[in-house]
Antibody, heavy 126, light 112 residues
Framework: EVQLVESGGGLVQPGGSLRLSCAVSGFTFSSFNMNWVRRAPGKGLEWISYIGTYSGTTYYADSVQGRFTISRDNAKNSLYLQMNSLRDEDTGVYYC???????????????????WGQGTLVTVSS | DIVMTQSPDSLAVSLGERASINCKSSQSVLYSPNSKDYLAWYQQKPGQSPKLLFYWASTRESGVPDRFSGSGSGTDFTLTINSLQAEDVAVYYCQQYYTQHPTFGGGTRVEI
């Protein structure tokens, strides 16, 4: 069965850090580019980060650039999001999502997201 | 970044009636060399994760009922739900992937 399972969410104080994980099964993880997308309370979906198949290419939304770091371990079929300097506005449900795009040399092209995890809740509050 | 604007924010439709959701991009997402619109639609039901409905603006994802249709090109797109069913209650999002920073519309809530 194809599955993406996020973990690592929780309550953290402003300025704190958190590391999210996404465990993948049921498909060849190393063949797909991946994304993190979040949904803040009462708001819509926001794409926040992308990583190419072999980690050489990463993209970030301006809202998290310099604070968040996306990574992957293809041997462990896992995707990660290291979140530092967290702010109140980072509160939300975080989803990992499989991408149908491709990479050519060092440039990658995100496409649509065909598989999503169930999400993990991050709450930033004092 | 490309700004995606959806309208309306919400709409109430009777069972069996048609629902139409509009999505407008701040610049064209049509890539001329391959004539493809880099636009997707997603459905997010209450308490669930988003689900892909359409990509390339009008290509239906496997398993999506044919009462759903996607149309449009360039900067203007529409998601249509014919003969609305109770299970279609959800928030619907458009997304552009024309750039390396994908962006979503604000979402449209569909209610009965």
């Amino acid at each position: 069965e194809v599955q993406l399972v996020e973990s690592g969410g929780g309550l953290v104080q402003p300025g704190g850090s958190l590391r999210l994980s996404c465990a993948v099964s049921g498909f060849t993880f190393s063949s797909f580019n991946m994304n993190w997308v979040r949904r803040a309370p009462g708001k819509g979906l926001e794409w926040i980060s992308y990583i190419g198949t072999y980690s050489g290419t990463t993209y970030y939304a301006d809202s998290v650039q310099g604070r968040f770091t996306i990574s992957r371990d293809n041997a462990k079929n896992s995707l990660y999001l290291q979140m530092n300097s967290l702010r109140d506005e980072d509160t939300g449900v975080y989803y990992c999502a499989r991408d149908q795009g491709y990479c050519r040399r060092s440039t990658c092209y995100p496409y649509h997201f065909d598989l999503w995890g169930q999400g993990t809740l991050v709450t930033v509050s004092s | 970044d490309i700004v995606m604007t959806q309208s309306p924010d919400s709409l109430a439709v009777s069972l069996g009636e048609r629902a139409s959701i509009n999505c407008k991009s701040s610049q064209s997402v049509l890539y001329s060399p391959n004539s493809k619109d880099y636009l997707a639609w997603y459905q997010q039901k209450p308490g669930q994760s988003p689900k892909l409905l359409f990509y390339w603006a009008s290509t239906r994802e496997s398993g999506v009922p044919d009462r759903f249709s996607g149309s449009g090109s360039g900067t203007d797109f529409t998601l249509t739900i014919n003969s609305l069913q109770a299970e279609d209650v959800a928030v619907y999002y458009c997304q552009q992937y024309y750039t390396q920073h994908p962006t979503f519309g604000g979402g449209t809530r569909v209610e009965i």
